[in-house]
């Protein structure tokens, strides 16, 4: 069996500066001239980071207010940037929507119109207590250059968050998110997504909050390859294929290798799945955890 040939294409990837002391503006300006050099270099798709355009200001304004003074002009600028390449940008930003905000990054598609929504399904509990409401799905959005899911940060902490977008098709997941504490905890998690998935699995990283190098941003492949990581602020588009076709042998001959993704989800035994769903209703309240 020989592995089939996925879709081409060429995924921006941005690694801010990490500074403290801009304002709104400067920040969002800072992530537009990154993703703009990552269009100039022909990219289909750039994304961007989780909150860094309100790094300095965040601890002082809530996020419902936040959006309400930048997230719609920012959200323009990012669509006269997509019109002018004609490539798809996925910001973040927070969104307030039906008197409920929401950590979320969207997807404008070549015209600049926005064309899909993923809000951050497991806010922390800091979130929480700071106004932010979870989502409520994994949506997968099929664009001409193949099916992209998104995962937000903490998301990355379940497991099921990556499954649930690779069952529903997801070739490419795209990983925004402010950074990690976990050496080499994180690194780990993020090429299992892959692995386990058979997916390319892109994060994108504000800065590492403890340790230096516990997060990056870059590309994993679906074999759980480092593809490339991006050095501080710079760029680097990376050409992938979509659906790349992962090959492993289950079955022992190599002269007959197994389509990875589709043999284990086939083999899924779901009937013994149910603990996944059950609540926990025995644990400790927040404050008790974080005391």
């Not at 403290?20 to 001239?33: A, I, N, P, T």
């Not at 809000?119 to 949506?139: L, M, Q, W, Y």
């Not at 499954?163 to 998110?177: D, M, T, V």
Request: net charge negative; hydrophobic share 35%; proline share 5%.
């Amino acid at each position: 069996m020989k592995a089939k040939q996925g879709k081409p294409a060429r995924i921006g990837l941005i690694q801010v500066i990490k500074k403290f002391d801009w304002s709104v503006e400067e920040y969002q300006e800072h992530l537009l001239s990154l993703a703009e050099e990552c269009l100039r270099q022909g990219a289909d798709l750039v994304f961007m980071p989780e909150a860094y355009q309100y790094i300095n200001i965040r601890k002082n304004m809530p996020p419902k207010q936040l959006s309400e003074i930048y997230a719609g002009g920012y959200k323009e600028k990012c669509a006269v940037l997509a019109r002018k390449y004609s490539a798809y940008i996925v910001p973040w930003d927070y969104e307030v929507s039906e008197g409920k905000t929401y950590n979320s990054s969207y997807i404008l598609d070549r015209t600049g119109q926005e064309v899909g929504r993923f809000r951050k399904v497991h806010p922390t509990h800091g979130e929480f207590n700071n106004g932010i409401s979870a989502g409520d799905s994994f949506d997968v959005f099929e664009l001409d250059i193949g099916k992209v899911g998104i995962m937000i940060c903490f998301d990355n902490y379940y497991a099921e968050s990556a499954r649930i977008l690779a069952l529903k098709g997801a070739e490419l997941i795209l990983y925004p998110l402010y950074g990690d504490t976990v050496k080499p905890g994180w690194d780990i998690k993020v090429r299992a997504r892959a692995v386990d998935n058979s997916v390319y699995v892109a994060p994108c990283n504000i800065h590492s909050c403890i340790h230096e190098d516990a997060s990056y941003t870059g590309m994993i492949s679906p074999y759980g390859e480092i593809i490339c990581k991006v050095p501080e602020g710079s760029v680097s588009v990376v050409k992938i294929e979509m659906g790349h076709q992962a090959l492993t042998c289950f079955s022992g001959n190599p002269a007959k290798p197994d389509d990875n993704k589709q043999y284990l989800l086939k083999l899924r035994n779901t009937e013994a799945y149910a603990p996944l769903l059950d609540k926990l209703d025995n644990l400790p309240e927040w404050q008790d955890i974080m005391s």
